[in-house]
């Protein structure tokens, strides 16, 4: 069994910083990709930014210059670096995983972590 554990929402001050951390633990033969996507009430999920196992990244237009995508240095863990918050990415941010486990490659997601850019 995969799991996904988030951390690093909160609410914060527009033009401020979080940190977001998402890290899979179970049965894992190899990650071929992580990446954080987000949600608000009435709209579809949307990728927010995506990283391979080799480190290529992929960024929505809406974050690009603004958030960063990373592998932390503890095992099996991905960072997403966001600043110059606005409150259009007020959302439910998504950690998502492509994994192969022990007999197959499956996707995953996270509880989801709530994400506040308020005044």
């Known amino acids: 069994q995969v799991r996904l554990v988030e951390s690093g929402g909160g609410l914060v001050l527009p033009g401020g910083s979080l940190r977001l951390s998402c890290a899979a633990s179970?049965?894992?033969?190899?990650?071929?990709?992580m990446g954080w996507f987000r949600q608000t009430p009435g709209k579809q999920r949307e990728l927010v930014a995506r990283?391979?196992?080799?480190?290529?990244?992929d960024y929505a237009d809406s974050v690009k210059g603004r958030f960063t995508i990373s592998w932390d240095t503890a095992p099996m863990t991905m960072l997403l670096q966001m600043n110059n918050l606005k409150p259009e990415d007020a959302a439910v941010y998504y950690c998502?995983?492509?994994?192969?486990?022990?007999?197959?490659?499956?996707?995953?997601w996270g509880q989801g972590t709530q994400v506040t850019v308020s005044s």
């Open positions: 179970g049965v894992i033969s190899r990650i071929n990709g």
């Open positions: 998502h995983a492509d994994i192969w486990g022990a007999l197959s490659r499956n996707s995953y």
């Open positions: 990283i391979t196992s080799e480190g290529v990244t």
